[in-house]
C-alpha cells in the first residue's frame, strides 16, 4: 500500500529480530506519510520536533497539528546537552500528563540528537510504543537509526541505549535543501564511512560523484546516496542486530575515536567532523598495523578532503586524554583499546588489544 505513491522512490526493508523497519525515501514524502498515520489507527501522538525546523516548517507542524491532532508537540533543541536523563525525565512527564498509552506512537522529526531522545524514550516507554522518524539532516538520513538509540551520561557519548527501531524512516530528501553546506559536510562523513567498510561499487561511485569542496552538492542525487548508505547500514545490522558478532561493529570505523574527541571537546567538536578526524586516525593506524595499503588510505583520505572535513583537533588535548576515553568507550573491555581498521576498501575488521604506544604515534600527529 505505501509505494502507490510516486513520492516514494526507494524502499528498504529491515528485519529485526523483534520487527520490521520500513524505510521510505523520496523528495516531498513528509505529508505522505502525515496522511498514512492520519488512518493508522493510533490511540494517540506525540511529536518531538527540533525547534529549528518547527520555526522553518511551519506549514508541515500546522498539517500535523491538523491531521494527527498530537496530545504534545515537544521541541528540541538539538544539543547533546539535551541528549541527557535529565531532559529525558522531563519528556517522560510530558508524555504521561499526555495520556499516552501503549497504542500510542511518538513521530519524532529532526535530525540525531531528536531520534536518539524519542527513540530512547519510545524503546522504554510503557516496555515500549511505536515511533514514526523524519530524519531532516544528511547525517540522520545516511546514517539513520536502525536498532540501536542510545543518550549520554555527561561526557560520555550514547553509554546508556537500547536495541530499538522506528517501525517507520521517512527520508524526505527535500529537507536537505534548506541546509548549509556545512550539514551536508557533516552528514557525508556517516556515508563515507558505510562504503568503505563494506563496498567498493559505492566508494567508487563516491569518488566520482563528489566534486573538490562540493562546489555542486545540490545538483546531487540524494535519492541514491542516502538509499546506498542505508542499504549498507541495514545489511551489517541484519546479520548482527544485538552487536555480537563483530559484523556491526564495523559501524563503529572512526566512531570509537570520534566519541572520545567529541567528549574531550566537551561536545563542542561536531559529531560529523569528529567521525572525520576518526576515520583519518582510524586510517593511519590500519596502515600502520599492516593491513591497509597506501593507496586505499589515499582514496579514503581524498574523500574526506572532498567533503571538507578537518585534518587536525583544534581542541588543546594530549593523546593520554584520548586513550582513556578508548579504553571506556563500548567496544574496548578490560582497559584495552579496540578498534574497528580497514584491512582494504569495502573490508573492515575489529582489531583487539591495539598497541598503545603505537596509537599514541598515531594521534601525535593528529592532535594540536
Same mark, same amino acid.
Given at each position: ?292 595499503? @597506501?593507496? =586505499?588510505?589515499?582514496?579514503? +583520505?581524498?574523500? *574526506? !578532503?572532498? %567533503? #571538507? &572535513?578537518?585534518?587536525?583537533?583544534? /581542541?588543546? $588535548? ?8 578508548? @579504553?571506556? =568507550?563500548?567496544?574496548?573491555? +578490560?582497559?584495552? *583499546? !579496540?578498534? %574497528? #581498521? &580497514?584491512?582494504?576498501?569495502?573490508? /573492515?575488521? $575489529? ?15 593528529f592532535l594540536s
Amino acid at each position: 500500500m505505501f509505494l502507490k505513491n510516486s513520492k516514494i522512490s526507494r524502499h528498504l526493508k529491515v528485519l529485526l529480530p523483534d520487527r520490521r523497519q520500513d524505510i521510505f525515501i523520496g523528495e516531498d514524502s513528509a505529508s505522505w506519510i502525515i496522511e498514512k498515520l492520519a488512518s493508522s489507527g493510533y490511540s494517540g501522538f506525540v511529536v518531538f520536533c527540533d525547534h529549528n525546523i518547527a520555526n522553518l516548517y511551519k506549514n508541515l507542524l500546522s498539517e500535523i497539528k491538523d491531521k494527527l491532532e498530537p496530545a504534545d508537540i515537544i521541541l528540541v533543541k538539538p544539543t547533546e546537552a539535551n541528549k541527557s536523563i535529565e531532559f529525558l525525565n522531563l519528556c517522560l512527564e510530558r508524555c504521561v500528563k499526555a495520556n499516552l498509552n501503549r497504542n500510542g506512537c511518538l513521530i519524532a522529526i529532526g535530525g540525531g540528537v531528536v531520534g536518539d531522545l524519542a527513540g530512547f524514550l519510545a524503546s522504554v516507554y510503557m516496555r515500549g510504543i511505536d515511533m514514526v522518524f523524519m530524519p531532516t539532516t544528511l547525517m540522520a538520513q545516511g546514517d539513520t537509526i536502525i536498532n540501536k538509540v542510545a543518550i549520554s551520561y555527561k561526557l560520555l557519548k550514547n553509554v546508556i541505549g537500547s536495541f530499538y527501531s522506528p517501525v517507520i524512516t521517512v527520508c524526505d530528501t527535500n529537507f536537505l535543501k534548506s541546509l548549509p553546506k556545512k550539514e551536508i559536510s557533516l552528514g557525508f562523513s556517516e556515508i563515507i564511512k558505510h562504503a568503505l567498510v563494506y563496498s567498493q561499487t559505492f566508494t567508487k561511485s563516491l569518488s566520482g560523484i563528489l566534486s573538490s569542496s562540493m562546489s555542486d552538492w545540490k545538483t546531487y542525487d540524494w535519492d541514491y546516496l542516502v538509499y546506498e548508505s542505508l542499504k549498507i547500514k541495514s545489511r551489517l545490522v541484519e546479520k548482527d542486530p544485538h552487536d555480537k558478532l563483530g559484523t556491526h561493529k564495523g559501524l563503529s570505523y572512526g566512531h570509537t575515536l570520534a566519541n572520545a574527541l567529541e567528549g574531550l571537546s566537551n561536545f563542542n567538536f561536531r559529531h560529523g567532523d569528529a567521525v572525520g578526524l576518526g576515520m583519518r586516525i582510524s586510517g593511519e593506524i590500519s596502515k600502520s598495523l599492516g593491513f591497509l595499503k @597506501k593507496e =586505499d588510505l589515499e582514496l579514503q +583520505n581524498s574523500l *574526506i !578532503n572532498a %567533503v #571538507v &572535513l578537518p585534518l587536525k583537533f583544534p /581542541h588543546s $588535548v594530549n593523546p593520554d586524554q584520548v586513550i582513556d576515553y578508548l @579504553k571506556r =568507550d563500548k567496544i574496548s573491555i +578490560n582497559e584495552q *583499546i !579496540n578498534l %574497528v #581498521v &580497514l584491512e582494504k576498501i569495502g573490508k /573492515h575488521r $575489529v582489531v583487539k588489544n591495539v598497541d598503545e604506544k603505537l596509537v599514541r604515534e598515531v594521534l601525535e600527529t593528529f592532535l594540536s
